[in-house]
């Protein structure tokens, strides 16, 4: 046939001919399909159908009349002229001879699968689009369920009328691309009943920071355009590749989005191929997909990334739509495109990373909502509230776009916002990605946005804190700090970072380092689970006598019971620093909550005793030893396991803390082994703080039975001085450099040094006292562990400390 291909006819090398889009379909439906990657057979219409109906010399010149009157910061003007475009070539017929071959391919694809007339997605497929520095996300339209012959036709005509919306009008002149060099194929695709099951969109890179390892996966019940639109705020995973390919189930991070609605078959009619249903309350609360579909999906996004690296010649991340159909159960790929932004940063081999701070200080910041995080900047500037396109003509540069739910024709507006801020979406929608593209801060999915904030209220949107996005009321401080990677060397003396929150774990790896020397296990317990652990170890033996049961049990919705919920938000939590920094050591400091600190946990007032002095009290090793609290620190010991067995991760060391006496550490390390966490097995060390007296005094002893210390200047120094670092009368006492303080670290080092034992120092003094830092780089300490912000100038003095010495 002169105007139609089918998929087993077309590879990558035919994007001329049938656009970016069918061109990577019949790629991966000729090379992946027998490597088990599943794409729905279909057709394309090739560029040629299109370049006919534009071979009326009148219809192509009153369209380049319209272009020319157009001016894109003019919203309103484009507006006006994208429509008339579009209704005069939606007017204009298709010619016989191609409906001939449209309804002859239309046949053969229904009796392929055993249908008189099949269900079909009709998707558009531009000659410059999912280009490896032009996503065109969204640009030209997609309809789905379409149904018969005659629907068919007329959403062909539509897909062709959708080149010269006003957004691809847009995207095209900002980009420099000529409107008529542009052509337009269109593929027809057998649908996937993703309406019965779920379906969404994957990264083979984290699209934030940046990181190469993880596959990011979003979810929503129905099919996938409202999570490609950002109609709903979708779930999300992240899987780790490297330990995936070696066959474990490295699910680094579950979150449970709230997907209010789903997108199901309409009844018949053109108007009604699909619509919004609300979800029901078990389907908000419960993951639209398994682990298993999870793995499976993040094993196609790898084949997929592998494949157009390879054909690329270099690394090539990709952008995949799936769906999964809910009446066999098997999971397809719907599409798939290069990624980006963060490969054009690989590719342009940039060695310098900006970092974005708030250096307002946070008692002065007021939030005022928050939701997901697009890029990793700051932005400020006065609210513009949108409600509807009309509205955009209103928008100012510089201002704060703020509204339900973008859409792909408010792009013209988007390039002149200083952020955006929307009440749903998630971060793989057409509009975040657009806004990385253009480099604009976003927060998605705040479910109250456009309802709290008011036209020309002052605002910073903050992009720089994690995987959350913050919205502050006012103009606040914040700082760009340019970090060029070609100039820094290495040091001898290990650099490791001091990592709490796991969010911030795949940005920080970014920053020149040696590993984690202290990854608080306590920050993921209060901020990934929020609960105390004893509450939910009651909960999970049948106990509805809890404090905050209600709040309890929808806090952990989602998940088996109360036990799966600890247990996997903790691996998570921990497997998201461990695979950050694979496979450099991660060193993972199981709890070391005070009382008064478990006591403000949710649920936790009732399990805590009272305490005059909780620093000396109720805490680390011996806290984990007593009845009470045993069974919590088994689940603490089943999660380290399943991180580093299942997952794969084992740079993931353990750090005890706060061993008073050797036989708590003996008594620790057997519960350790009770757990089936054996030193020495699968790579497996096990350290403990050094942070009260007697682990200086009995260093032999304690070293005996840990495979080395680390440093905990605060507590060390609190104790040995007999100081309430906490208490202002006697703040001028506590002081690191005291020669009680240096005399004990400088034996620990060398008992250490002279055992071959591991030896850090994970506390504050390095960062605050040069001298310190002198000293233990002269006594030979094997690593500085600090808060990312202070590592690159930390570097740079151990350096000059080592090259004088």
């Known amino acids: 046939m002169q105007y139609i291909k089918f998929f087993n006819e077309i590879r990558n090398t035919d994007i001329e001919s049938v656009g970016g889009k069918n061109a990577s379909l019949g790629e991966m439906y000729q090379k992946l399909t027998p490597l088990g990657v599943q794409i729905p057979f279909g057709f394309?219409?090739?560029?040629?159908?299109?370049?006919?109906?534009?071979?009326?010399?009148?219809?192509?010149?009153?369209?380049?009349?319209?272009?020319?009157?157009?001016?894109?910061?003019?919203?309103?003007?484009?507006?006006?002229?994208?429509?008339?475009?579009?209704?005069?070539?939606?007017?204009?017929?298709?010619?016989?001879?191609?409906?001939?071959?449209?309804?002859?391919?239309?046949?053969i694809l229904s009796q392929r699968y055993e249908q008189t007339a099949i269900d079909v997605a009709v998707r558009s497929s531009a000659t410059a689009e999912d280009l490896p520095d032009a996503s065109f996300a969204g640009q030209q339209d997609t309809f789905l369920n379409i149904h018969g012959f005659e629907s068919l036709l007329h959403h062909i005509k539509l897909c062709y009328a959708s080149l010269f919306t006003a957004r691809a009008i847009s995207y095209r002149q900002s980009r420099g691309f000529d409107h008529f060099k542009v052509l337009l194929s269109i593929g027809v695709q057998k649908m996937v009943r993703s309406d019965l099951a779920s379906s969404g969109v994957m990264f083979s890179i984290d699209t934030e920071s940046g990181f190469e390892n993880a596959v990011f996966i979003t979810s929503a019940w129905?099919?996938?355009?409202?999570?490609?639109?950002?109609?709903?705020?979708?779930?999300?995973?992240?899987?780790?590749?490297?330990?995936?390919?070696?066959?474990?189930?490295?699910?680094?991070?579950?979150?449970?989005?709230?997907?209010?609605?789903?997108?199901?078959?309409?009844?018949?009619?053109?108007?009604?191929?699909?619509?919004?249903?609300?979800?029901?309350?078990?389907?908000?609360?419960?993951?639209s997909i398994n682990d298993d579909d999870i793995l499976v999906l993040a094993k196609q996004a790898i084949m997929i990334e592998e494949h157009y690296s390879k054909e690329a010649?270099?690394?090539?991340?990709?952008?995949?739509?799936?769906?999964?159909?809910?009446?066999?159960?098997?999971?397809?790929?719907?599409?798939?495109r290069p990624e980006t932004v963060q490969s054009q940063k690989i590719k342009a081999n940039v060695s310098k990373i900006e970092r974005f701070s708030i250096s307002t200080p946070q008692k002065k910041r007021k939030i005022l909502t928050h939701g997901k995080a697009v890029g990793e900047k700051v932005g400020s500037g006065k609210v513009r509230v949108i409600d509807s396109i009309e509205r955009l003509r209103d928008f100012q540069e510089g201002e704060v776009l703020v509204t339900d739910i973008t859409d792909p024709d408010w792009e013209p507006a988007m390039k002149k916002a200083s952020a955006i801020v929307t009440d749903r979406g998630g971060r793989t929608c057409h509009a975040a990605i657009v806004a990385r593209e253009i480099g604009v801060p976003a927060i998605v999915g705040t479910h109250e946005g456009s309802s709290i904030l008011k036209?020309?209220?002052?605002?910073?949107?903050?992009?720089?804190?994690?995987?959350?996005?913050?919205?502050?009321?006012?103009?606040?401080?914040?700082?760009?700090?340019?970090?060029?990677?070609?100039?820094?060397?290495?040091?001898?003396?290990?650099?490791?970072?001091?990592?709490?929150?796991?969010?911030?774990?795949?940005?920080?790896?970014?920053?020149?380092?040696?590993?984690?020397?202290?990854?608080?296990?306590?920050?993921?317990?209060?901020?990934?689970?929020?609960?105390?652990?004893?509450?939910?170890?009651?909960?999970?033996?049948?106990?509805?006598?809890?404090?905050?049961?209600?709040?309890?049990?929808e806090i952990i919705s989602g998940y088996e019971d109360a036990k799966d919920f600890f247990v996997k938000k903790l691996t998570e939590g921990i497997g998201m620093i461990g695979a950050a920094f694979y496979p450099k050591p991660v060193i993972v400091r199981m709890s070391d909550f005070k009382s008064n600190e478990y006591k403000r946990l949710i649920g936790g007032s009732g399990y805590e005793p009272e305490e005059e002095n909780p620093m000396i009290g109720y805490r680390g090793a011996n806290r984990y030893l007593t009845k009470a609290f045993r069974p919590a620190f088994n689940w603490e010991c089943e999660a380290l396991k399943y991180v580093r067995d299942e997952m794969g991760l084992d740079n993931v060391k353990m750090m005890i803390p706060f061993v008073r006496t050797p036989k708590e550490g003996r008594d620790v390390i057997e519960i350790l082994r009770e757990n089936e966490l054996v030193q020495g097995e699968n790579n497996l060390e096990v350290y403990a703080m050094c942070e009260i007296p007697s682990n200086v005094i009995l260093t032999e002893q304690f070293l005996e039975i840990f495979d080395g210390y680390s440093i905990g200047s605060n507590d060390l120094t609190q104790l040995t001085l007999g100081v309430d670092?906490?208490?202002?009368?006697?703040?001028?006492?506590?002081?690191?450099?005291?020669?009680?303080?240096?005399?004990?670290?400088?034996?620990?080092?060398?008992?250490?040094?002279?055992?071959?034992?591991?030896?850090?120092?994970?506390?504050?003094?390095?960062?605050?006292?040069?001298?310190?830092?002198?000293?233990?780089?002269?006594?030979?300490?094997?690593?500085?562990?600090?808060?990312?912000?202070?590592?690159?100038?930390?570097?740079?003095?151990?350096?000059?400390?080592?090259?004088?010495?």
């Open 44 to 107: 394309a219409i090739t560029c040629d159908a299109y370049s006919e109906i534009l071979s009326d010399e009148h219809l192509k010149s009153k369209i380049e009349q319209y272009l020319l009157e157009i001016d894109i910061d003019d919203i309103g003007l484009l507006q006006d002229r994208a429509k008339k475009i579009q209704a005069l070539i939606f007017a204009t017929p298709i010619a016989k001879s191609i409906k001939d071959e449209i309804r002859q391919s239309y046949e």
């Open 222 to 287: 129905g099919l996938g355009e409202n999570v490609v639109g950002g109609k709903v705020n979708p779930d999300e995973f992240y899987v780790f590749k490297p330990t995936l390919k070696e066959g474990k189930r490295p699910i680094l991070r579950r979150f449970l989005g709230s997907k209010l609605i789903k997108s199901i078959y309409g009844s018949s009619g053109i108007e009604k191929n699909i619509h919004n249903i609300p979800t029901t309350k078990q389907e908000q609360n419960s993951f």
């Open 313 to 336: 010649g270099h690394y090539q991340p990709m952008d995949i739509e799936w769906a999964k159909d809910g009446e066999s159960g098997m999971l397809f790929i719907v599409q798939a």
């Open 455 to 553: 036209d020309d209220d002052e605002v910073t949107v903050s992009c720089c804190e994690g995987e959350e996005g913050i919205v502050y009321a006012d103009r606040l401080d914040f700082n760009v700090e340019s970090i060029d990677l070609k100039e820094l060397k290495n040091p001898k003396t290990k650099i490791y970072l001091n990592i709490g929150n796991p969010q911030h774990a795949f940005s920080f790896s970014l920053v020149p380092n040696d590993g984690v020397g202290l990854a608080r296990m306590e920050f993921i317990i209060n901020n990934y689970i929020k609960v105390h652990p004893l509450a939910l170890l009651d909960i999970y033996h049948g106990n509805k006598d809890v404090q905050d049961y209600e709040k309890i049990i």
């Open 725 to 805: 670092r906490d208490s202002d009368l006697v703040a001028e006492v506590f002081d690191e450099r005291d020669e009680a303080v240096m005399l004990s670290i400088q034996k620990v080092i060398q008992v250490c040094k002279a055992k071959g034992k591991y030896i850090g120092i994970c506390g504050q003094a390095p960062s605050d006292y040069p001298e310190i830092t002198e000293f233990l780089v002269q006594e030979g300490i094997d690593s500085i562990s600090l808060n990312p912000d202070s590592a690159l100038k930390m570097r740079e003095v151990v350096l000059n400390i080592e090259n004088r010495t």
